[in-house]
Structures are given as structure tokens and as C-alpha cells.
Nanobody, 115 residues
Framework: QVQVVQSGGGLVQAGGSLKLSCAAS????????MGWYRQAPGKQRELVAA???????NYADAVKGRFTISRDNAKNTIYLQMNSLKPEDTAVYYC?????????WGQGTQVTVSS
């Protein structure tokens, strides 16, 4: 079992920055990858960025060059640094941990970008 707890988010003006954090606990040895997803009202949940246990990363085209996913292995935490935010980045952001036993989601956090 893996527990995933998110923090960060909030309201920011367009062009601003926010940083999200996601801390994993429990059977962290079983985690293969962690990632950030988002879901805007009326839309499907989509991948924003992911990082594997080996450190490989991938990003959605819409956030490349603006968002950066990183991790602190000592703290079992991943981060999503979001710069140059746009109103279309407004969504509930979720952290997910993929393990050999299944996937575990965080509680979600609202990010709102005003124009």
C-alpha cells in the first residue's frame, strides 16, 4: 500500500508560478513512476508530467517548456514547478504513484489561473 499526499496549488494570475508537492509513504520501494495529472471542468483527466524511478521524465505538449517535474528521493516527494501559467492550466491537479501492486492517487488540489 502507498499513500500519496499533495500540497500546494491555489490562485495565481496569468504569467505567474506555482509549485505542487506530492509525498509518498508506505511501500515506496514498489513505486515504478509518479506523475501529475489534471482535470478541468467537463474534460477528461490528462497526464501533465511523469517521472520514473530511473529519473526519466515526460511532459504533455501543452506544458513543455513551462512545467518541470522533479523529485527528492530522500523525502520520497515529487514536485511540479509551474511557470508562465495560463488560464487554460486551470484544473484540479492530481498526483499518482504507479506501483507493481496498482496505482494510488492523491486527493487533488485546485489550481486556478486568472486572466
Amino acid at each position: 500500500q502507498v499513500q500519496v499526499v499533495q500540497s500546494g496549488g491555489g490562485l495565481v494570475q496569468a504569467g505567474g508560478s506555482l509549485k505542487l508537492s506530492c509525498a509518498a509513504s508506505g511501500s515506496i520501494f514498489s513505486i515504478n513512476a509518479m506523475g501529475w495529472y489534471r482535470q478541468a471542468p467537463g474534460k477528461q483527466r490528462e497526464l501533465v508530467a511523469a517521472i520514473t524511478s530511473g529519473g526519466s521524465t515526460n511532459y504533455a505538449d501543452a506544458v513543455k517548456g513551462r512545467f518541470t517535474i522533479s523529485r527528492d528521493n530522500a523525502k520520497n516527494t515529487i514536485y511540479l514547478q509551474m511557470n508562465s501559467l495560463k488560464p487554460e492550466d486551470t484544473a484540479v491537479y492530481y498526483c499518482k504513484a504507479d506501483t507493481r501492486y496498482g496505482s494510488y492517487w492523491g486527493q487533488g488540489t485546485q489550481v486556478t489561473v486568472s486572466s
